[in-house]
């Protein structure tokens, strides 16, 4: 009789300790996909924010003259027979350059 106590307590203490190492593998793992949840959220408002970005940036270029604008400023865009006028801002101390300069 006292044999199988002993045999139940070894027993149950075997079993007790598979549980733990289970609910402890449970718990690591869930530690390491709220660490993924978190990274994957952070990555989602980064999405929707160049999203949004990219939607206004649409809604913005849909009209032609703010696309012309932009043609103009970065690719030096101009129609045929469009002047093209370059103001220099006036020269810091020292020096006396105002001139605007005007190309065909």
Do not use: C, W
């Amino acid at each position: 009789m006292r044999g199988m106590k002993i045999l139940f307590a070894i027993i149950l203490t075997v079993v007790i300790g598979a549980i733990g190492f289970q609910i402890y593998g449970l718990y690591s793992q869930g530690r390491a996909l709220a660490e993924e949840e978190r990274a994957l959220n952070a990555e989602v408002a980064k999405i929707e924010e160049d999203n949004h970005r990219i939607k206004e940036d649409l809604r913005y270029l849909s009209d032609i003259r703010n696309l012309e604008k932009e043609l103009k400023s970065i690719f030096n865009y101009r129609k045929p027979g469009e002047e093209l006028l370059i103001v220099i801002p006036k020269a810091k101390v020292g020096t006396s350059t105002n001139e605007t300069i005007k190309k065909n």
